[in-house]
């Protein structure tokens, strides 16, 4: 009977309830491996609908639904864009063209114009020396910086402005009294001045 009992006490006691909890957590660890990859997926496609979505949103031609029908569409949708910026930037061009055009017509209106003023008013030079005192009638076409150049021609001329009339209306019309000192004159002639004046307008030959 003490051989049966020391027997008894000798036998390995085995725990069910650890080999179980242990049998668990591996399936679980096994389990969950695929789990993870099934969420990284789930997620993946996700954002890939969520874009079709915002290509169906913004593509105001779609054929089909499916994916390579919406990719399809938008490449198409794409082409057609570009089509009409490539056309928009040759109409652009086209229009600037006209423009450049258009401002040599105008501005070969305005020379006829220019030339039409010449001969209807006949430019005119005039100089008439009194003592020391010059009068200066000028009419003539005009043109851009004409006042500035004939008052610096006029002083080059050796004469001080002491009274000036202008009008820019139609032509250039400037009545000016100057002022000439005495030792000057002979060394300038009237004629010499009618033919500056008359060259600083733009005329070109002489002045008769």
Same mark, same amino acid.
């Given at each position: 009977m003490v051989e049966d009992a020391q027997a008894t006490h000798d036998v390995p006691v085995f725990n069910a309830g650890s080999c179980g909890s242990e049998r668990r957590n591996k399936i679980k660890k096994i389990d969950?491996?695929?789990?993870?990859?099934?969420?990284?997926?789930?997620?993946?496609?996700?954002?890939?609908?969520?874009? $079709?979505? &915002?290509?169906?949103? /913004? *593509?105001?031609?779609?054929? %089909?639904? +499916?994916?390579?029908?919406?990719?399809? @569409? =938008?490449?198409?949708?794409?082409k057609e864009?570009?089509?009409?910026?490539?056309?928009?930037?040759?109409?652009?061009?086209?229009?600037?063209?006209?423009?450049?055009?258009?401002?040599?017509?105008?501005?070969?209106?305005?020379? $006829?114009? &220019?030339?039409?003023? /010449? *001969?209807?008013?006949?430019? %005119?030079? +005039?100089?008439?020396?009194?003592?020391? @005192? =010059?009068?200066?009638?000028i009419c003539c076409a005009t043109k851009p910086g004409l006042l500035f150049s004939t008052v610096n021609t006029i002083e080059a001329l050796g004469l001080d402005i002491h009274q000036c009339v202008i009008s820019c209306f139609n032509d250039f019309s400037l009545q000016a009294s100057c002022s000439e000192a005495a030792e000057h004159r002979p060394m300038i002639s009237t004629e010499d001045m009618k033919q500056a004046l008359f060259r600083n307008a733009g005329y070109g030959g002489r002045y008769l």
């Amino acid at each position: 009977m003490v051989e049966d009992a020391q027997a008894t006490h000798d036998v390995p006691v085995f725990n069910a309830g650890s080999c179980g909890s242990e049998r668990r957590n591996k399936i679980k660890k096994i389990d969950g491996q695929p789990s993870k990859n099934l969420m990284a997926e789930r997620r993946r496609r996700k954002r890939l609908n969520d874009r $079709l979505s &915002m290509l169906r949103s /913004i *593509v105001p031609k779609i054929s %089909k639904m +499916d994916r390579t029908a919406i990719l399809g @569409d =938008t490449i198409d949708y794409m082409k057609e864009l570009l089509g009409k910026i490539n056309k928009l930037k040759e109409n652009d061009d086209e229009a600037a063209t006209n423009n450049i055009d258009q401002m040599k017509l105008l501005g070969n209106f305005n020379e $006829l114009k &220019m030339n039409d003023g /010449i *001969v209807r008013n006949p430019p %005119k030079f +005039d100089i008439k020396r009194k003592n020391v @005192d =010059t009068q200066i009638e000028i009419c003539c076409a005009t043109k851009p910086g004409l006042l500035f150049s004939t008052v610096n021609t006029i002083e080059a001329l050796g004469l001080d402005i002491h009274q000036c009339v202008i009008s820019c209306f139609n032509d250039f019309s400037l009545q000016a009294s100057c002022s000439e000192a005495a030792e000057h004159r002979p060394m300038i002639s009237t004629e010499d001045m009618k033919q500056a004046l008359f060259r600083n307008a733009g005329y070109g030959g002489r002045y008769l």
